[in-house]
Structures are given as C-alpha cells and as structure tokens.
C-alpha cells in the first residue's frame, strides 16, 4: 500500500498551525508539526505574503500528496473573520500553485472523524488525535493550532480512504 504524505492546515492571521502526517491505511506517523507564527507590526499584506513564504518552503521541503485545510463556517469575533478568510485563501491559493491538491473540512466534520461525536471539545480532540498519531518519539505540540492541524491531517486521511474504497474490489 502507497503511504500518503499529508499537509495538515489550521489557518490563521496571527498563527497558522500546519502538520505532516504519513498516512498508510489506519496507521498515521507524525513527520513534522508546527506554526507560522507572522508579525503583528506588519500590514495584513505582509502577514499574508508571511504566511504563502514559509508556506512554500514547508512544502518544498516535505512534498506533500495533497492537504487537508479547516473551512470557516461561523466565526464569533467580527472583527478576524475578514483577516482569517484572506489568511485561508492565501493558503488555498498558495497551495494550487505549488500543485498540492486541497479538501477543506468543517470543524465539526474533523471533530466528527476524529472522536465519532461532532460537539466534542477541544480536550476531547486533542486526546483523541494524540492516541491515534505514532508520534516517532516526537513532543506533542502544545500549542492548539497545530494540534488542531494535525487533527485536520488525520480527518483528510480518513476521508481519503473512505473515497479510496469505494474503488476497490472486494
């Protein structure tokens, strides 16, 4: 069976939490993880080309099959909505020109994937996806975003085979 190397996104304007995973059946080793983590001072613009910048460079350095990305689907706080949504197709778009096909997921279908229950906590996520992830005698990431990035990869992977298998002969 071909192993898949996935890119796990978790967008952001401050952080983007980004993850590779190799997946192999149900089997999902942790490669890599980590944030983009852009400047404050900077303009929106230059957060955004922050953001496609080291986005490159992760997949020039880890070449990832294809990548999982969180949608916006409801947003509480008004006033990063607008900046998420431009960091998110800042993303989408940086991941096409590097020909890195994309499936964006709810939050609610990753959490759904991952624990079987589309209300479980971040708690519960986290806990979930760090069972299920060999870590390769890795540190778990503590920060959110790339643990929820991670989880994004994993859902993906899931995902994948689910569509995987509805060509293969029994």
């Not at 990832?64 to 607008?82: C, M, R, S």
């Not at 503590?142 to 992977?157: M, P, Q, R």
Request: net charge neutral; with cysteine.
């Amino acid at each position: 069976m071909y192993v898949m190397r996935i890119l796990g996104i978790d967008p952001g304007i401050a952080i983007v939490g980004y993850s590779i995973i190799d997946a192999d059946n149900d089997s999902f080793k942790l490669v890599s993880s980590g944030s983009i983590q852009t400047d404050k001072n900077k303009s929106d613009a230059g957060r955004l080309c922050e953001i496609s910048r080291d986005l490159e460079q992760i997949i020039k350095v880890f070449n990832p099959d294809t990548a999982g990305v969180e949608k916006l689907y409801f947003f509480k706080n008004q006033k990063t909505i607008i900046p998420v949504a431009q960091a998110r197709g800042v993303i989408i778009m940086t991941l096409e020109k590097n020909s890195v096909p994309a499936v964006e997921y709810t939050p609610l279908v990753v959490k759904q994937t991952i624990t079987g229950y589309g209300r479980a906590s971040k708690n519960e996520v986290a806990d979930a996806v760090e069972r299920m992830v060999d870590k390769n005698n890795k540190n778990w990431p503590k920060l959110d975003d790339t643990v929820d990035s991670i989880a994004i990869a994993v859902c993906h992977a899931r995902n994948i085979q689910c569509d995987l298998s509805r060509y293969v002969s029994a």
